[in-house]
């Protein structure tokens, strides 16, 4: 166009700007913004609108809000795109303070504005603030609306209001697939395998075709559940759907797999993936990782650097990991050396932390500390709860005490229960019951208790869950019978 000499308008700027915002080219966008000045543009409603949701969708919210708060006018568009923008990159708080701002302007709110603000209750997990939106929507007639129905069955599902989620679900005239989706979302979000796998065959009789969306929800749940046996259901769907080769869902599967514990399982749905991105090799090597098979990790390494992947800070974590699990020190530097200077990734809390466990497994407590030091993680909780469990292996009181000290301090809550729980263990294992017993009354006067574990079996499609002494489960009787 500018080789034609043409002088491009308005509609030319808004048409370039929404295809930057599409392909999140902010760069670019950035120079069609100089020239919207230069040409005169800047003030325009039109070109204003587009300038602020190229920025938002760039996740450049300061420079939409800039933007926004130098335009003339604003219309109901303008209102939308800066919560929107706000609400999509987790400023939910500043979403909810331009509400009363439009109203205020003459502006009233529409689906687009609704869906958004419910999208920064839903990520803010704040359901106080969604009822309030919900009786506006009711008081302007658009709870029946398809978009705003099913944003308001995501925001009560990750608000932890599942019944609501079920009752406005069912209350929809129409649902679409993202209606259908939002719902199986609030089943994930509650671990209802069940409520999942009733849903989806409820999807199926009404005709509605599943996507991508669908099967990422219900792998994750199967993944965090380890249910495997709906896994393999949901897995046959998705071939049957002929989403097989999608690469998001093939990372899933094998994510899901790995964890379910049959890595075989894994490694056939990798090795039939005809395009892999790095989630994908990544999903595969944490797997192995997970699994103790040292020799595959580095195989997977040498295929990944052999296809040219582009490694990240994911990729390392496992190779630690891996060296970790074998007591391979010297393979953990090498791989910790070429992290940082070959590939010019900045080694992370995780890496350390694998550092310090390999140390501290291997019985090498002193280089533990000095490496602590070296790299100066002593503001970290995570590295002095790795080298508190290796002095705990190995009895060493003087070193588990500091250790404890240091994460009490860090974590003056969430750390509490377990250091105590590992420093008793390591006075009783050196038969000092006094300063186990001070542990104990330390934890009682502070009204903590040690969260019990949990064990869980697959049986008919049904994930049973039971903790130590559990008598909960309705067929308790015959399970106690049968242990006897």
Known sequence: MRQERMIPNGFTFVGVLTACANLAAQEQGKHIHADIVKSGFALDLF????????????GSVNDAAFVFDRMLAWDVVSWNSMIAGYADNNFGVDAFQLVPEMLWFGINPNQVTFTS????????QSGEHGKQVHV?????????NIFVGSALVDMYSKCNNIEN???LFEKMPKRDVVSWNAMMGG??????CEGALELYIDMLWAGIKSNQSTFVNVIALCTGLAAMEQGKYFHCHIIKTGFESDVILGSALVDMYAKCGCIEDAEKVFSKMINRDLILWNAMITGYANHGLVNNVFQLFKQMEHAGVQLNYITFIALLSACGNAGLVDEA??????????YGIIPGVEHHSCIVDLLGRAGRLNEAHNYIHEKSLQLSAVIWQSLLAACRVYGNIELGEQAAKCILALEPQDGHVTTYVQLSNIYAAAGR???????????KDAGLKKKPGFSWIEVKNKVHTFVVGDRSHPQTEEIYAELQ
């Open 117 to 124: 603000i419910l999208k920064a209750c839903a990520r803010l």
């Open 165 to 167: 989620a079920i009752k």
């Open 187 to 192: 089943f994930c979000h509650s671990k209802s």
């Open 333 to 342: 530097f090498k791989y910790l050396d070429l992290m940082s200077h070959t």
């Open 47 to 58: 070109v204003g609108n587009a300038l602020v949701g190229m920025y938002a969708k760039c």
């Open 433 to 443: 019951w006094d300063d186990v017993n001070k542990m104990r009354k330390m934890m």
């Open 136 to 144: 506006y929507i009711i008081k302007m007639g658009l709870e029946t």
